[in-house]
């Protein structure tokens, strides 16, 4: 059970951090758009 769980934290570590960049990336492209960068 440790293991397990030990395994769903680096698991949510990792995909996290790549949601993480998405929805930076993604708030950036959204800010620039609505105050009317090209």
């Not at 030990?6 to 993604?26: C, D, R």
Request: glycine residues 10%; without cysteine; aromatic residues 18%.
């Amino acid at each position: 059970m440790q293991i397990f769980i030990m395994k769903m934290t680096l698991h949510n570590q990792f995909f996290g951090s790549i949601k993480n960049k998405i929805g930076v990336v993604w708030a950036y492209v959204s800010f620039w758009e609505v105050s009317g960068g090209s």
